[in-house]
């Protein structure tokens, strides 16, 4: 009954929708869908009703219908053509494409699909062009940026792909020429924080490696304006301004390492006034009030990175000699400043390190000495301009001056500490009853002490006067300072034992309240840190070390200073970290000079009972436990001029020690060792004749870990150009040696870019590897095999280019199949394989020869545990020269 009705109100639809009414036509099919479950049914009445959306413009409804009927069946060609019809109407014309696709595929030959199929095509590449064109994508992202009244998903939207567009050439190029930077400094001016990002950035992907457009970008911006919106408190905003800067030098210095041609090259014809444009308004930054404390640290990193040559064979030092006569006043403005005086600049914790840095830099950077007699000068001339009896402030700035130095270029600081009247003040400034004075004078009296001659005069002079300040200040800041100063004279002998400064005891004494101070977090980081500088110099005593790694609250308070903002701590972390892991350089005692020294009553160094390698061993599995690693990992990630070669090299040798038992490699990646990727260009550096055999050895066998961990690992080495030192210790008659950069290179040779080094012509790469498969010696054999096997089985042209550089190989490779030590044996079957692989009139020529009989005999057998790898392969191998026909299997 039910069916039937159904049927019957589907006729009466149909007669509704002939008198076009199609309300009452979509009311008696939608009556009759409740009616029936018949499937044919239901698809006629879905696309029925389909067709009524359709005409009373229910587009949404009817497509809906018709997906219901296609669903039943899904070669319904009126219902895909109504959905098409409905598709098109919301605008979906890709998806009205593909339907009305399926319906010419059904019928061919009909004319009004094939109608609907061009015009539909037709739209979608016009809606295409739009939607895509660069400048409407340009003009709709402004538009919602510069509309107040836009929904904050939509703006932030906007803002990231207006970044994406301005670094894609492209898309910089129609922003630049659809007044795209006028728009910008619009969004500038709005001064909302993520406005103000995206424009930064989006300008200096425009800037990147575009030296016309970055010369005009300067211009339109205007460097004072740039420069002001790098001095703002926000971080963010600071930090996108600097890189902006640097994308402009780059561009307009070269350094962008891209070739600029035709309008490009002939549109910029001299950068250099807006380089030194740029170079003096960054020297102005470093002493405004108006600029925030990350606003300089950013000009100071700028000018760290850009200033000096980066290489010294480069003879022109222009930059450096324009900043010494025009803005060194300034960096020592900045180096002098103290925060507890009300003429203070804004800074941050980082600042004043920094512009030690950039003194050090520059003074290094010059020539000849006439420049660092220059140099020296107007330091002198600046600090004893500042002395003062009238003016106790500008006596404690001056002092502050040459404790900045001393942090900066030594040499220069101790010349600085030679002038009439410096040391005297100091001392001076010790017993002032104001507490500024005592803590720029305590400060300075540590960077003083820093060689031993100097250490014995202030030991002579100063430790009664530090000793009565630490008894009688109730200021912890000046407390801690004053203890570190008695740390640094303390270890002024070094590691060695019988050079002791003070009692017994003592240091032990000043090492616990370091530790003590170093827990207590109620104690503010930038006071705490000199906890830190004071155990840099105590661990150098071995009862010290000993006794800090077992105090796990204070190494993991001193991890965790590591990973705060404050980057000053650095290089006192590494300094611990080495002195307690003992990966300083030892020179090497000769016993004849010791019995020399003796007989000469000569003062020998003496090792600490604790400094032995048990002890030391304990101590690195102390440090692991405790966390290093992860503590490393952020070190080396630091983005700061701070983080000096020299700090990365303490790091790399702190890395090398924990490496050294192949126990705890596992424990080092677990916690993230293979992360501290930026360990590789210290360890490159160490790679050098000039250092003792174990330094290179040590670093080879750094590499070696790192390069096994990761293709990105392996690529930096490459680019740090470490792979001709590698080649060259290969050479090595240094046993060790030059197993240990064998070792290396089986690694490296996994690395593309290193293969094509091997595929190259008119090299000996390869031969050197093939003669060292064939040496005596056992792990210079397995690395030099393992070398070869992934180069053969890497590429063919290599399996035959073996076969070219010695007429020794097959002898080689015979006695590698033939090897005693299963690794060494199965890495020759291996490369025996991709040989017999590689082409067949090798494997003939292989199969001609001992090789064969070497084969079956390994071959035939028995397999157990142990020598399963080697028969496997050896069978694999027959199996090859059985594909090929040279042999028949034997039944």
Known sequence: MAEAEAVQLKEEGNRHFQLQDYKAATKSYSQALKLTKDKALLATLYRNRAACGLKTESYAQAASDASRAIDINSSDIKALYRRCQALEHLGKLDQAFKDVQRCSTLEPRNQNFQETLRRLNTSIQEKLHVQFSTDSRVQNMF??????????????????????????????????????????????????????????????????GHRARATVLLHAVRIDRICSLMAVENEEISLAVCNLLQAIIDSLSGEDKREHQGKE?????????????????????????????????????????????????????????????????????????VPDLPSCLPLTDNTRMLASILINKLYDDLRCDPERDHFRKICEEYITGKFDPQNMDKNVIAIQTVSGVLQGPFDLGNQLLGLKGVMEMMVALCGSDREVDQLVAVEALIHASTKLSRATFIITNGVSLLKQIYKTTKNEKIKIRTLVGLCKLGSAGGTDYGLRQFAEGSTEKLAKQCRKWLCNASIDTRTRRWAVEGMAYLTLDADVKDDFVQDIPALQAMFEMAKTSDKTILYSVATILVNCTNSYDVKEVIPELVQLAKFSKQHVPEEHPKDKKDFVDMRVKRLLKAGVISALACMVKADSAILTDQTKELLARVFLALCDSPKDRGTIVAQGGGKVYEVVRPLVRLLDTQRDGLQNYEALLGLTNLSGRSDRLRQKIFKEKALPDIENYMFENHDQLRQAATECMCNMVLNKEVQERFLADGNDRLKLVVLLCGEDDDKLQNAAAGALAMLTAAHKKLCLKMTQVTTQWLEILQRLCLHDQLSVQHRGLVIAYNLLQADAELAKKLVESELLEILTVVGKQEPDEKRAAVIQTARECLIKCMDYGFIKPVS
């Open 265 to 337: 090259e002939a549109l910029v014809l001299d950068t250099k006034k807006d380089l030194k444009q740029i170079t003096s308004h960054l020297l102005d930054m470093l002493v405004s009030k108006k600029v925030s404390g990350q606003g300089r640290d950013q000009a100071l990193n700028l000018l760290n990175k850009n200033v000096p040559r980066k290489d010294l064979s480069v003879h022109d030092n222009s930059r450096t000699i324009y900043v010494v006569d025009n803005g060194l006043r300034k960096i020592l403005k900045v180096v002098g400043q």
């Open 143 to 208: 538009e919602i940026l510069l509309d107040e009244k836009s929904e904050a998903d939509r703006l932030e939207k906007a803002a990231n792909n207006l970044i994406v567009l301005g670094r894609e050439e492209a898309g910089a190029e129609r922003i630049f020429q659809n007044n795209g930077v006028a728009l910008l400094l619009q969004l500038i001016d709005t001064k909302r924080p993520e406005l103000v990002l995206a424009a930064v950035r989006t300008l200096s992907g425009m800037c990147s």
